[in-house]
């Protein structure tokens, strides 16, 4: 027999309204509802726009914490983190589930800038305190973009758009930043995204140069290796410094194939030199964190023809703290494959000898802040001894950058650093000026030896 049917009860309007307008998981209202409630107060205050704001806040790094705790534990945080927000936001405020890891804020009495900077301040430090997953405590920071009717915007869609780009703004410069939206930034992240356009452009035509910066022993004045470095000059920019477009190339996800093009370029070239010469290449923190990388240098190498033991690899402290194990495995991987590794900018991180216990390093940069003020900063001549001394104990070569003066180079070669760069000793040049440098200098290059 048929077991009877139960029948369901009828869902009213306002109970479809209700679901329409509600985030399921925490129980705050969705963009719908954030939408609605901007459109309601700007169509109250249109005859007299008294402003009011619109925020939203991003939880930062939130993804690890489903890839490390799983989906369950992302949405308890989820929970917490609106349970925290509808127990603090003001009276008359409307929180949102806006997107994601993202919340959204409607602010009547809200009404310029340092009341929004405020109001995100308080919020980022409500969202600061740990979170609790029953066996363990999480901590996370937010970053948070707001805008301000109607300065920003009288539409929502303009509002909601003024808002994102102050938060994307807040993205790019860190964690738990708080920016309120204003036609300054808006212009600066248009100058960014015009600037990404046409750096994308130029790797794609191949128009990314590289240049070469001549590394020498100190002790006999000779060339062993070159620097590469990034340039690029643009037909409507001009030039653009590396300062520039390389974070910009790390921040927008494309500096894979910025540096691919570059290793490729200089490694090209560096084939046309004496076979003892090395190139030495800079790595950026982002490749560090990609288990991919080392591979990818490997196949280039391969692809050239370049001698993976003539590659010298520069990375900075910073970089390798961003994600230890990763970059513990890639730096072992290019190792074994006869790549060295060149500590960059030693002395200016957090952690110098920590990093030089925990990785294996080939050789060590000090960085140029020391060496402009050898001659003139007791302080910085002693760290620089230190530096020569702890390096000859560990057994790692040492180039001293920024050389500028035969003051400097004399300093240095006195107390017994082996190897130093800077425009003492040459500027950057192109490929083709480093290899006329070279020829006119009587380095047997790599093609006269062939035929010889």
């Not at 938060?167 to 738990?176: A, D, N, Q, W």
């Not at 960014?192 to 910066?213: G, K, M, P, Y």
Request: aromatic content about 8%; hydrophobic content about 45%.
């Amino acid at each position: 027999m048929k077991s009877a049917e139960i029948p369901l009860a009828p869902v009213s309007h306002n109970e479809l309204q209700a679901m329409a307008y509600t985030d399921p998981l925490t129980g705050l209202g969705n963009r719908f509802r954030m939408r609605d409630r901007a459109r309601v107060l700007s169509a109250e205050r249109a005859s007299d726009p008294a402003p009011f704001t619109i925020g939203i806040a991003n939880l930062d790094s939130f993804k690890p914490i489903n890839d490390l705790f799983g989906v369950e534990a992302g949405d308890e945080i989820l929970c917490q983190v609106a349970h925290r927000l509808k127990a603090c936001i003001p009276d008359g405020a409307t929180v949102t589930r806006h997107d994601g890891d993202e919340f959204a804020f409607v602010l009547p009495l809200v009404f310029e800038r340092v009341g929004a900077e405020k109001f995100g301040q308080m919020i980022r430090e409500v969202l600061s305190a740990p979170y609790d997953l029953g066996d363990r405590n999480v901590r996370l920071s937010a970053s948070f973009g707001f805008a301000i009717y109607p300065f920003a915007g009288e539409e929502f869609e303009d509002l909601l758009k003024s808002a994102e780009t102050a938060l994307y703004r807040s993205k790019r410069r860190g964690r738990g930043q708080i920016t309120v939206y204003s036609k300054e930034i808006d212009q600066e992240m248009k100058r960014a995204t015009q600037l990404e356009q046409a750096l994308r452009n130029a790797i794609i035509s191949n128009a990314i140069d590289v240049h070469f910066q001549p590394i020498v022993s100190l002790t006999s004045n000779v060339i062993v290796g070159f620097e590469a470095l990034a340039r690029w000059n643009d037909a409507d920019l001009g030039f653009v410094s590396p300062a520039v477009f390389v974070p910009l190339a790390e921040e927008r996800g494309f500096i894979d194939a910025l540096s691919e093009t570059l290793l490729r370029k200089a490694a090209e070239a560096a084939l046309s030199w004496p076979r003892e010469l090395f190139l030495s290449f800079n790595l950026s923190s982002v490749q560090l964190m990609d288990p991919g990388t080392s591979s990818s240098i490997l196949a280039i190498l391969g692809r050239v023809g370049f001698d993976p033991h003539r590659l010298e690899l520069e990375i900075t402290e910073t970089a390798v703290m961003s994600s230890a194990d990763t970059a513990n495995r890639i730096i072992a991987d290019l190792r074994a494959a006869g790549v060295r590794i060149s500590l960059d900018d030693f002395g200016t991180g957090q952690s110098s000898l920590g990093r030089l216990r925990d990785f294996i390093f080939d050789k060590v940069k000090i960085d140029r802040a020391f060496v402009s003020r050898i001659n003139s900063d007791r302080a910085s001549e002693h760290i620089i001894k230190a530096i020569l001394a702890m390096c000859e104990g560990l057994d790692l070569q040492v180039v001293a950058e920024g050389i500028e003066e035969y003051a400097e180079a004399a300093k240095l070669r006195s107390l017994g650093c082996a190897m130093g760069q800077g425009y003492y000793y040459g500027k950057p040049a192109d490929s083709l000026a480093t290899l006329r440098y070279l020829h006119e200098n009587d380095y047997e290059l790599a093609g006269e030896r062939e035929h010889v």
